[in-house]
């Protein structure tokens, strides 16, 4: 796992392509990240499911309690398939800019 931090931001790279083994390592380590924004760098795993996907849903819910987004990026999942709960973008630009309008929305009160 590489770790990138950009302001508010943290940026984790599955560089093994083991998503499962991931997902572990990250729960394991939230009380490390749980004051910062999450983009989840699942791109380099070219064997990605839907139902691989649906495993960070108890995750992402944890990290939101925090009032603190999690996007995913992965470019080899069909989006439409996604649940609400999860945002799924294909690159770390779109991520970080799904971070950017969250936060505005926090700020917002909404």
């Known amino acids: 796992m590489k770790v990138e931090?950009?302001?508010h931001t943290a940026i984790l790279k599955d560089t093994q392509g083991?998503?499962?083994?991931?997902l572990m390592k990250i729960t394991h380590e939230h009380n490390s990240?749980?004051?910062s924004n999450l983009i989840l760098d699942l791109s380099h795993n070219q064997?990605?499911?839907?139902e691989t996907v649906k495993s960070f849903s108890d995750?992402?819910?944890l990290h939101q309690k925090q009032k603190k987004s999690v996007v995913l990026v992965a470019n080899s999942v069909?989006?439409?398939a996604i649940p609400k709960n999860i945002i799924l973008v294909p690159t770390i630009l779109e991520a970080h800019d799904i971070i950017e309008m969250e936060e505005i929305?926090?700020?917002?009160g909404f």
């Open 78 to 80: 069909n989006f439409n």
């Open 47 to 50: 064997s990605l499911t839907l």
């Open 59 to 61: 995750f992402i819910k």
């Open 18 to 22: 083991d998503t499962a083994s991931f």
């Open 5 to 7: 931090h950009k302001g």
């Open 105 to 108: 929305e926090r700020d917002l």
């Open 33 to 35: 990240f749980k004051n």
